[in-house]
């Protein structure tokens, strides 16, 4: 039995329309990461953007070795937060589909 072509087609439009707009719902994803109980906050979107970094007052200038550990720290809890949404919501789109072993979407 040979595969429909345009059933094939039909399904490759669908899923690249339900791409672009989990990428559009991506970019529009903002997420939180936190460092020393929150004492370090940083406001990151889908597209990797730092958008607001806030401070507790509390935080010492003169400690600016804690607080560049504070600021990596929190940057780095924002990024793997933003790459688990990412994760989440493509999966939904590949749920359907049979790809080989370790490929992965957006390619």
Known sequence: MKP???NLM???QAMQANMQKAQAEIANIEVVG???GGMVKIT???????KRVQIEPTVSG???DLLEDLIA???NDAVHKV???IQEKMSGLTAGLQLPP???LPF
């Open 44 to 50: 990151m979107n889908g597209k990797h953007e730092v």
């Open 83 to 85: 790459e688990a949404r």
């Open 73 to 75: 720290a929190a940057a």
């Open 62 to 64: 003169e400690d600016r």
């Open 34 to 36: 936190e460092s020393g």
């Open 4 to 6: 429909n072509l345009n």
């Open 102 to 104: 370790g490929m992965k």
């Open 10 to 12: 039909k399904q490759a």
